[in-house]
Nanobody, 123 residues
Framework: QAQLVESGGGLVQAGGSLRLSCAAS?????????MGWFRQAPGKEREFVAA????????YYTDSVKGRFAIFKEDVTRTVYLQMTNLKPEDTAVYFC???????????????WGQGTQVTVSS
């Protein structure tokens, strides 16, 4: 059964770092799915954070995380990572891993979602 499982969230002080992991099972990595991360803060809509094409090229980032976050994937371990540095309190949210198409655009489609992992940044 294909699924995505996130890990690596936690509580960190502002300026700190965290690395989120998303382990994919089933046929997700053998298919042409783009991989990405979205986040949802309390009372807000889920928003795009970062994505990478199924070939592993052309990472995309929302403006607020450019220069601080990096997305990369390892096909051998079928894992997608989100390295987050210089974290800010406004980064506090539940972070979700997703597989789909065109994740960085307005016509994105999602095939799979993970269950989410909480990231809390204290000031």
């Amino acid at each position: 059964q294909a699924q995505l499982v996130e890990s690596g969230g936690g509580l960190v002080q502002a300026g700190g770092s965290l690395r989120l992991s998303c382990a994919a099972s089933g046929n997700i990595f053998s298919s042409t799915y783009d991989m990405g991360w979205f986040r949802q803060a309390p009372g807000k809509e889920r928003e795009f954070v970062a994505a990478i094409s199924w070939r592993g090229r052309s990472p995309y980032y929302t403006d607020s995380v450019k220069g601080r976050f990096a997305i990369f994937k390892e096909d051998v371990t079928r894992t997608v990572y989100l390295q987050m540095t210089n974290l800010k309190p406004e980064d506090t949210a539940v972070y979700f891993c997703t597989a789909g198409s065109g994740l960085w655009g307005n016509r994105r489609t999602h095939a799979y979602w993970g269950q989410g992992t909480q990231v809390t940044v204290s000031s």
